[in-house]
Nanobody
């Protein structure tokens, strides 16, 4: 049974940092791309970052480029999202998702990921 559990969210002041973690269980992480997505109240879920399985290539949404960094540790079955220079606009519930993808993860939409965590709240105060 595929399971993903996010942690590390919380309340932080603008300019601060948080590190989100995504713990995977029930499957071998190696063959899966992992994406981080977020959803703010009244908005659609959007892709934040992803990391492919076959070559480790990464993708970042323009809104977070240069501030966020995604990484994975397949042996520990963990994926991380380091978030620096946080802004109030980053406030959202953050989700990690896993899927076997044939191409680079940058080409896939949230609906194409079949395995999701429950989400962790990130709130950035001004």
């Amino acid at each position: 049974q595929v399971q993903l559990v996010e942690s590390g969210g919380g309340l932080v002041q603008a300019g601060g940092s948080l590190r989100l973690s995504c713990a995977a269980s029930g499957f071998t992480l190696d063959g899966y791309a992992i994406g981080w997505f977020r959803q703010a109240p009244g908005k659609e879920r959007e892709g934040v970052s992803c990391i492919s399985s076959h070559d480790g290539s990464t993708y970042y949404a323009d809104s977070v480029k240069g501030r966020f960094a995604i990484s994975r540790d397949n042996a520990k079955k963990m994926v991380y999202l380091q978030m620096n220079s946080l802004k109030p606009g980053d406030t959202a519930v953050y989700y990690c998702a896993a899927e076997r993808l044939a191409l680079s993860c940058r080409y896939y939409q949230p609906s194409e990921y079949g395995n999701w965590g429950q989400g962790t709240q990130v709130t950035v105060s001004s």
